[in-house]
């Protein structure tokens, strides 16, 4: 059973829009999560993250939301630019993990 | 810059071989993990190793093996490879607290025909 889920495997938005990718997590023991982006034939990047202990944070463009009542944390994209097209993945970690759990990622295709 | 260095990009085997896959980081990093990312699925984890000649199962670790003999050095075996194996494989480093997250190779894309 999935952890951490993606719904939605892909998202199109035109440039200069918001895009507004979403998370759901089952496990209220995760304190810490990050998105990661992926471009095809490379390895994921580190993009942005937050702490159970926060509700948001913002850097550039880029600004993640945490709703720990509801385990949900969205990813804001503003503006949308053609670079950002790639797949997006969340990840968490719980408190006496060693690891991180990935969602199954969203596909973000932003339209000139 | 940090780098996690994986062998090979592509890699093209036969069902039964012995397929090895290397992963060198140069980041001082406690774990190394290995992932396989396929499609729908999202990243898996295979392995992880949180200190040298240390190793732990992650969700998928059946027809697979590791070896950690240096820090810097995470191998992945496929000591039968079989086509359900095609995939691309990701490894990653961290420190010990996943502080900073994990980071990661450029991947390596294995077929198995």
């Known amino acids: 059973d999935q952890q951490v889920k993606q719904n939605s495997p892909s998202l199109s938005v035109q440039e200069g829009r918001i895009s507004i990718l979403n998370c759901d997590y089952t496990?209220?023991?995760?304190?810490?999560f990050l998105w990661y982006k992926k471009y095809p034939a490379e390895g994921p990047t580190f993009l942005i993250s937050?702490?159970?202990?926060?509700d948001k944070n913002e850097d550039g463009r880029f600004t993640v939301f945490l709703n720990k009542s509801a385990k949900h944390l969205s990813l804001h994209i503003v503006p949308s630019q053609p670079g950002d097209s790639a797949v997006y993945f969340c990840?968490?970690?719980?408190?006496?993990?060693?690891?991180?759990?990935f969602g199954p990622g969203t596909r973000l295709s932003v339209l000139p | 810059d940090v780098k996690v260095t994986q062998s090979s990009r592509y890699l093209v085997k036969r069902t039964g071989e012995k397929v090895f896959l290397e992963c060198v980081q140069d980041?001082?990093?406690?774990?190394m993990f290995w992932y396989r990312q396929d499609p729908g699925l999202g990243l898996r984890l295979i392995y992880f190793?949180?200190?040298?000649?240390?190793?732990e199962k992650g969700d998928i670790p059946e027809g697979y093996s590791v070896s950690r003999e240096k820090k810097e050095r995470f191998s992945l075996i496929l000591e039968s490879a079989s086509t359900n194996q095609t995939s691309m494989y990701l490894c990653?480093?961290?420190?010990?607290?996943?502080?900073?997250?994990?980071?990661f190779g450029a991947g390596t894309r294995l077929s198995v025909l």
């Open positions: 496990n209220s023991m995760f304190d810490y």
């Open positions: 990653a480093s961290s420190t010990t607290s996943l502080a900073g997250g994990l980071f």
């Open positions: 937050i702490s159970s202990i926060k």
């Open positions: 990840a968490a970690r719980g408190v006496y993990g060693q690891n991180f759990v």
């Open positions: 980041m001082d990093h406690e774990n």
């Open positions: 190793s949180y200190d040298v000649k240390m190793k």
